[in-house]
């Protein structure tokens, strides 16, 4: 079975300093990962997604995540946090044959301290 | 793209009461997902259409649930006979024609349920 481990619940930084939100997956096959935010009263946006290709994924508003099979890990990075970065991460994985059904980690809340 | 809309936005009910939500998916897309979320949790997957065929469903989707598609384009969710558990977010997605089963889902505002 698939599964995702969001290893913080909550995480602050200051505006302008790097943000880690770390995320450990389990998987029976050949995982694809993505990353999703959740801003308060509106819909799930994706960050990125890591399909087997580069290892090094980069995505909107400056994100980017590292997939390392080793570890099995996928966490999110941005070198300078702003404002507007505040919200809910979730990790996600898709990685049974056939099926469509995504499997969200329990979230990060991201806070940014002015 | 006008993105997928989700009717109503928020649904108070008493319990033992039926609702009914409504999923608009973004035009020509073929795929549609329920998903629900729970306070503090990451959504769930409920159940997937690819156009009018409900091709997976979850444990979680039980007999008081019941999610249709009848023409490929928008679909509803039913719960009849309402219980405080399941007060939580409906989300629905949809994602475009492909064979990568790395489509991206793109996911409605959703609609809130509380039931008293």
């Known amino acids: 079975a698939q599964s995702v481990t969001q290893l913080d619940s909550h995480v602050s930084v200051s505006e302008g300093t790097p943000v880690l939100l770390r995320c450990n997956y389990s998987?029976?096959?050949?995982?694809?990962l993505f990353w999703y935010v959740q801003h308060p009263n509106k819909g799930l946006q994706l960050l990125l997604k890591?399909?087997?290709?580069?290892?090094l994924v980069k995505g909107i508003n400056g994100f980017e995540a590292e997939f390392k099979k080793s570890e099995t890990s996928f966490h999110l990075t941005k070198p300078s946090a702003h404002m507007s970065d505040a919200a809910e991460y979730f990790c996600?994985?898709?990685?049974?044959?056939?099926?469509?059904?995504?499997?969200f980690g329990s979230g990060t809340r991201l806070q940014v301290q002015p | 793209d006008t993105g997928v809309s989700q009717n109503p936005r928020h649904k108070i009910t008493k319990r033992g009461q039926n609702v009914t939500f409504r999923c608009d998916p973004i035009?020509?897309?073929?795929?549609l997902y329920w998903y629900r979320q729970t306070l503090g949790q990451g959504p769930e997957f409920l159940t997937y259409?690819?156009?009018?065929?409900?091709?997976?469903k979850s444990r979680l989707l039980s007999d008081r649930f019941s999610a249709e598609r009848p023409k490929g384009s928008f679909s509803t969710l039913e719960i009849q006979r309402t219980e405080q558990g399941d007060s939580a977010m409906y989300l629905c997605?949809?994602?475009?024609?492909?064979?990568?089963?790395?489509?991206?889902?793109?996911f409605g505002p959703g609609t809130r349920l509380t039931v008293l």
């Open positions: 035009s020509e897309h073929n795929r």
């Open positions: 997605a949809s994602s475009r024609p492909g064979t990568s089963l790395t489509d991206t889902q793109y």
């Open positions: 996600v994985v898709s990685d049974q044959p056939g099926r469509r059904a995504l499997t």
């Open positions: 998987s029976s096959y050949s995982p694809s």
């Open positions: 890591y399909t087997s290709a580069a290892t």
């Open positions: 259409f690819q156009n009018e065929a409900q091709l997976e």
